[in-house]
């Protein structure tokens, strides 16, 4: 059974790097055709993709946060990693991180991020 687990800081102050993990059980984020996301939901709003990691390292960026977006991974932890840097009060959102396994979508319950002074 795949799951994910997000974890980090529930509270980020303005201007400073958000970073958040996911980390992966019942599958390797390095299987080939394999691929990782994250998304955010903003309070009142829909889901946002910002961006996926695939099982070879390439990365593939929302073009809105694409300039403050990077994802990586550490491959001997089976984690990857979400960095958001200059946040505003606007990035506050519940944070998740997804696995795209063929046909099938495994999500992680999510983690609320909040961007205030």
């Known amino acids: 059974q795949v799951q994910l687990q997000e974890s980090g800081p529930g509270l980020v102050k303005p201007s400073q790097t958000l970073s958040l993990t996911c980390t992966v059980s019942?599958?390797?984020?390095?299987?080939?055709?394999?691929?990782w996301t994250w998304i955010r939901q903003p309070p009142g709003k829909g889901l946002e993709w910002m961006g996926d990691i695939g099982y070879s390292g390439f990365t593939d960026y929302s073009p809105s946060l694409k300039s403050r977006t990077s994802i990586s991974r550490d491959t001997s932890k089976n984690q990857f990693t979400l960095q958001l840097s200059s946040v505003t009060p606007e990035d506050t959102a519940v944070y998740y991180c997804?696995?795209?396994?063929?046909?099938?979508?495994?999500w992680g319950q999510g983690t609320q991020v909040t961007v205030s002074s």
């Open positions: 019942g599958a390797s984020i390095t299987t080939n055709d394999y691929y």
């Open positions: 997804k696995a795209n396994i063929r046909f099938y979508e495994y």
